[in-house]
Nanobody
Framework: QVQLVESGGELVRPGDSLKLSCAAS????????MAWFRQAPGKEREFVSG????????FYRDSVKGRFSISRDIAKNMMYLQMNGLKPEDTARYFC??????????????????WGQGTQVTVSS
């Protein structure tokens, strides 16, 4: 029984920065891999960034490389997504997700066992 709760999403202007947080709870929380996904209306849920929980190795989709940075605090069961230089194309609902065992295909949302409810990020002038 793992619960993930995202926070930090809001309306911002192009070029602004925003930091999202994901708080995890539950005695069974023991992830191998955690990730951020996003979904805009009418579009499929897409991988944004992921992190190996113990080792800290990170992954990013090409469109956010150099702008976004994923991190985690193992002791606090927290994950973050620092987003800089936001663009209108980044507008979406952002979800955190996790899985206890990841054998690859981290970009596939079907691989994840638990999800948060999402937090809305809107980038508009």
């Amino acid at each position: 029984q793992v619960q993930l709760v995202e926070s930090g999403g809001e309306l911002v202007r192009p070029g602004d920065s925003l930091k999202l947080s994901c708080a995890a709870s539950g005695r069974s929380f023991s992830p191998d891999f955690m990730a951020w996904f996003r979904q805009a209306p009418g579009k499929e849920r897409e991988f944004v960034s992921g992190i190996n929980w113990s080792g800290g190795h990170t992954f990013y989709r090409d469109s956010v490389k150099g702008r976004f940075s994923i991190s985690r605090d193992i002791a606090k069961n927290m994950m973050y997504l620092q987003m800089n230089g936001l663009k209108p194309e980044d507008t979406a609902r952002y979800f955190c997700a996790g899985v206890n065992t990841m054998f690859g295909d981290y970009y596939d949302p079907r691989k994840y066992a638990y999800w948060g409810q999402g937090t809305q990020v809107t980038v508009s002038s």
